[in-house]
């Protein structure tokens, strides 16, 4: 959780799971088209990635790392056991 805002945090969820809420800052690239956007990616950066259990980012960062990026970070316990700041649809 510690240094998150410097990073890039991405949601690897599908976009109406991040559409009813989701990190306050993260951005929504959903693991089945993560393959196509890793240009959205920086490298340069830490990436923490998310999903709703764990599950989906464990596989995320996996390939990631296969990929070469380096500083890698996955939220345990996914959204679910997240207690910071979150947006929600209104």
């Not at 991405?10 to 976009?15: F, L, M, S, T």
């Not at 990616?41 to 990635?49: E, F, H, N, Q, S």
């Not at 980012?57 to 970070?73: F, P, V």
Request: with cysteine; proline share 3%; charged share 30%.
């Amino acid at each position: 959780m510690a240094g998150y805002r410097k990073a890039q945090l991405i949601d690897v969820r599908e976009p109406n799971e991040f559409e009813a809420g989701h990190i306050l800052g993260a951005r929504n690239i959903p693991l089945t088209q993560l393959k196509t956007r890793l240009k959205e990616l920086r490298t340069d950066k830490p990436i923490y990635l998310y999903c709703q259990s764990g599950l989906r980012s464990g596989r995320a960062a996996q390939m990631l790392h296969r990929k070469g990026y380096k500083e890698l970070y996955h939220l345990k316990g996914g959204f679910k056991q997240w207690s910071g700041k979150i947006k929600t649809k209104n």
